[in-house]
């Protein structure tokens, strides 16, 4: 297992989160969204692993249905497919509007995008990082991310699951309780994968 994945709603900060991640300096925020269809890989050089940034999911201005649904299938495929390969999932969320985009999707039919991937990685065992992000954007940090817990299903108070629930703010690269959850889930697989071998 040497991958990491990242996914989220387009223009939730993924690839500016990538590049404080990767230290690389070629992706281009804010460009068209919709336009990344294939995954990118980028090494996280200090812990040998890599990171593999998903096309982003959900509305798009001037994307249509079937092109967003045919992305989500990609994004789903491609985990199914590389689970066995993959250490950990970022989900990266906007910590300004994801309790209302949440509220607004959740339907008797239907559950929004981000709580049925949180779910569906979680189906497929792959341990989960929700990368809160534009915490500089929120004033109420401790209601909102204890509201996040619940519509995700995890029993609040957030502090409890700061291996799950990571507030950031990439823009100021500020990233580091990220960096902590999923160090948390590194070493606990390598653990894993060392008893297996013995
Ligand atoms: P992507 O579509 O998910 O890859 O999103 P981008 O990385 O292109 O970012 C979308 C917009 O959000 C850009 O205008 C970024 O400058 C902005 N953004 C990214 N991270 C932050 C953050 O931590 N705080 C704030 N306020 N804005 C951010």
């Not at 990538?18 to 996280?44: A, I, Q, S």
């Not at 065992?125 to 995700?152: F, I, Q, S």
């Not at 100021?172 to 894993?192: K, N, P, T, V």
Request: proline share 4%; hydrophobic share 40%.
């Amino acid at each position: 297992r040497d991958e990491i994945v990242l996914v989220g709603r387009s223009n939730v900060g993924k690839s500016t989160l990538m590049r404080e991640l990767t230290g690389h300096d070629k992706f281009t925020t804010g460009k068209k969204p919709g336009v990344t269809r294939k995954p990118n890989h980028f090494d996280w050089s200090s812990e040998g692993f890599m990171f593999t940034d998903l096309p982003g999911f959900g509305f798009m201005s001037g994307v249509n249905a079937d092109t967003r649904e045919a992305i989500k299938t990609d994004i789903v495929r491609y985990i199914e497919e590389n689970a066995d390969d993959i250490l950990a999932a970022v989900l990266v969320v906007d910590g300004k509007s994801v309790i209302d985009i949440i509220d607004r999707h959740t339907t008797d039919e239907s559950i929004p995008h981000d709580v049925e991937m949180f779910f569906f990685l979680d189906e497929l065992d792959v341990p989960t990082v929700v990368a809160v992000n534009k915490m500089d954007k929120v004033d109420d940090r401790d209601e909102r991310l204890n509201d996040l817990c619940d519509r995700l299903g995890l029993f609040p108070p957030w502090k409890q699951w700061r291996n799950v629930i990571a507030p950031i703010t990439a823009k100021r690269g500020d990233i580091s309780a990220l960096e902590e959850a999923l160090r948390s889930h590194l070493h606990e697989q390598a653990r894993d994968d060392l008893f297996t071998f013995l």
